[in-house]
T-cell receptor, first 111, second 115 residues
């Protein structure tokens, strides 16, 4: 079993819809949670970072962490075609700098 | 502010050869990490360097090695290339002072194809 599980998609939504993405993890030692966006032929770009349970909002993006369930989510409101990309969750343990990534979810926002 | 620069962008090598990839981190960042990305395995951690010392290492064979120079630039080397080494190799730099999770800025990667 992988340490971080993420549905590969693809997830297809109409423009303006809410995109809902999630990851589950198995190790309770994970303390820091990130979401990255990756366009084709580009490196991952950090979207959101959080280290506590609860919600964190940044513009159209909301990250949600539930440490008791080992479940993290990313919501994208008012989705745009430019949001079409692969979204990766990444988790870090309290000590050390190794990022453990989910497999990524491919999102397609149709005009 | 310049981002993370990886060179070359694309590389084609033959099985059995060796290859060296380069990464220039964001100015002031002392930590450099390397990841391998493939369709089947996703993003996997190779190693991380801080102030010229390897601090963490992933589960890759000894054919994969790296180093970091005094100016924080880093190189990774893969010897005796295998077909399965074909992947996108990504470098990320971070600033220790910003804490875990901040400043993990990735470069655009080097796409290595082994034929």
């Amino acid at each position: 079993q992988k340490e971080v599980e993420q549905d590969p998609g693809p997830l297809s939504v109409p423009e303006g819809a809410i995109v809902s993405l999630n990851c589950t993890y198995s190790n309770s030692a994970f303390q820091y949670f990130m979401w990255y966006r990756q366009y084709s032929r580009k490196g991952p770009e950090l979207l959101m970072y959080t280290y506590s349970s609860g919600n964190k909002e940044d513009g159209r993006f909301t990250a949600q962490v539930d440490k008791s369930s080992k479940y993290i989510s990313l919501f994208i409101r008012d989705s745009q075609p430019s949001d079409s990309a692969t979204y990766l969750c990444a988790i870090v343990k309290a000590a050390g700098n190794k990022l453990t990534f989910g497999g990524g979810t491919r999102v397609l926002v149709k005009p | 502010k310049a981002g993370v620069t990886q060179t070359p962008r694309y590389l084609i090598k033959t099985r059995g050869q060796q290859v060296t990839l380069s990464c220039s981190p964001i100015s002031g960042h002392r930590s450099v990490s390397w990841y391998q990305q493939t369709p089947g395995q996703g993003l996997q951690f190779l190693f991380e360097y801080f102030s010229e010392t390897q601090r963490n290492k992933g589960n890759f064979p000894g054919r994969f090695s790296g180093r970091q120079f005094s100016n924080s630039r880093s190189e990774m080397n893969v010897s005796t290339l295998e077909l399965g080494d074909s992947a996108l190799y990504l470098c990320a730099s971070s600033s220790e002072g910003q804490g875990v999770g901040y400043g993990y800025t990735f470069g655009s990667g080097t796409r290595l194809t082994v034929v």
